[in-house]
């Protein structure tokens, strides 16, 4: 059974940077998507980016530019960089893949 663990979060100063990592057990690695979504406190859960099995990204337009996703197959782990953080985008960031999520890590950008 898959299981899905994130790291990374933090908190950070607008402008600032973080890398989240979404680690991947108990799947075939390379051959499904994974997603990466944010909660916000009291607010619905919102996708940020996906990768697919062709190693092809999506963003979306409030963080195209300053987010990227990657993965490493020989560590079975996706990537979230994050850049030039903004206050908006503070949050519970979640990595979703084959219908499961992880337990999420937070990221608070405050001043």
């Known amino acids: 059974q898959v299981q899905l663990v994130e790291s990374g979060g933090d908190m950070v100063q607008p402008g600032g940077s973080l890398r989240l990592s979404c680690v991947v057990s108990?799947?075939?690695?390379?051959?499904?998507?994974t997603n990466w979504y944010r909660q916000p406190l009291g607010k619905e859960r919102e996708w940020v980016a996906s990768?697919?099995?062709?190693?092809?990204?999506a963003y979306d337009g409030a963080v195209q530019g300053r987010f990227t996703v990657s993965r490493d197959d020989a560590e079975t782990t996706v990537y979230l960089q994050m850049n030039n953080l903004k206050p908006d985008d503070t949050g519970l960031y979640l990595c979703?893949?084959?219908?499961?999520w992880g337990q999420g890590t937070q990221v608070t950008v405050s001043a």
């Open positions: 990768i697919n099995d062709g190693g092809s990204t």
């Open positions: 108990g799947s075939v690695f390379a051959i499904y998507a």
């Open positions: 979703n893949r084959e219908g499961k």
